[in-house]
């Protein structure tokens, strides 16, 4: 199911641009204003449950951070589990890491070994606010094949066209952008 145009409209008017954020030449996608924007988050989130529930998915798997308050209320809605994947260090078990390069720096991403060993051949939708350079998302898609699921597809709010980051991804899973900033 797509967004409409007018609910598309919503979303957009509801994120707020931060220049040079957190340096200079970076325009931040600032969604804390979505997020205390009763209307703008609750058309997100009845889209994203609209959309996905006929994808017959099994977890949630949200990116540090923010990635984790789109994909926890989603993963309620639809009734499934929620898989965080964190920044180094964070998570108290046993992990699979990967390392990758940010839009700002480099970073490594983690998830537990046995996050998705609740059912068999779990179906996995990745979920996070925005895709940029996208190498946080494909470390991502990379753990939870490496932790034995199949990522059916990769979500964003926003998604930076001006990058190759959906165009790489897609190598890897379906991606969906709901806002894309060209
Ligand atoms: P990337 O790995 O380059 O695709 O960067 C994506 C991650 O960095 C996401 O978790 C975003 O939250 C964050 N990020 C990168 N660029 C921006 C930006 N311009 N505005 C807001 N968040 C960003």
Same mark, same amino acid.
């Not at 220049?19 to 009845?46: C, H, Q, R, S, W």
């Not at 923010?66 to 929620?82: H, P, T």
């Given at each position: 199911? #797509?967004?409409?145009?007018?609910?598309?409209?919503?979303?957009?008017?509801?994120?707020?641009?931060?220049?040079?954020?957190?340096?200079?030449?970076?325009?931040?996608?600032?969604?804390?204003?979505?997020?205390?924007?009763?209307?703008?988050?609750?058309?997100?989130?009845?889209?994203?449950?609209?959309?996905?529930? #006929?994808?017959?998915?099994?977890?949630?798997?949200?990116?540090?951070?923010?990635?984790?308050?789109?994909?926890?209320a989603l993963a309620q809605m639809l009734?499934?589990g929620f898989v965080p994947i964190r920044?180094?260090?964070?998570?108290?078990?046993?992990?699979?890491?990967?390392?990758?390069?940010?839009?700002?720096?480099?970073?490594?991403?983690?998830?537990?070994?046995?996050?998705?060993?609740?059912?068999?051949?779990?179906?996995?939708?990745?979920?996070?606010?925005?895709?940029?350079?996208?190498?946080?998302?494909?470390?991502?898609?990379?753990?939870?094949?490496?932790?034995?699921?199949?990522?059916?597809?990769?979500?964003?709010?926003?998604?930076?066209?001006?990058?190759?980051?959906?165009?790489?991804?897609?190598?890897?899973?379906?991606?969906?952008?709901?806002?894309?900033?060209?």
């Amino acid at each position: 199911m #797509e967004l409409s145009n007018a609910e598309r409209k919503i979303i957009e008017n509801s994120i707020r641009d931060i220049k040079d954020f957190p340096k200079a030449g970076i325009v931040f996608k600032d969604i804390t204003t979505l997020l205390n924007d009763k209307e703008a988050y609750g058309v997100l989130m009845n889209h994203l449950y609209q959309r996905y529930k #006929e994808y017959n998915l099994d977890y949630i798997a949200g990116i540090d951070a923010r990635g984790f308050i789109f994909g926890a209320a989603l993963a309620q809605m639809l009734s499934i589990g929620f898989v965080p994947i964190r920044k180094h260090g964070k998570l108290p078990y046993t992990t699979i890491s990967e390392k990758y390069t940010l839009e700002y720096g480099v970073d490594e991403v983690e998830v537990h070994i046995d996050a998705f060993s609740g059912v068999q051949n779990p179906r996995v939708l990745m979920i996070d606010d925005l895709i940029a350079t996208g190498g946080t998302a494909n470390a991502a898609a990379s753990l939870i094949n490496q932790a034995g699921a199949q990522c059916v597809e990769a979500c964003f709010i926003i998604g930076l066209t001006f990058l190759d980051g959906i165009k790489n991804l897609k190598e890897k899973t379906d991606v969906y952008s709901l806002v894309e900033v060209n």
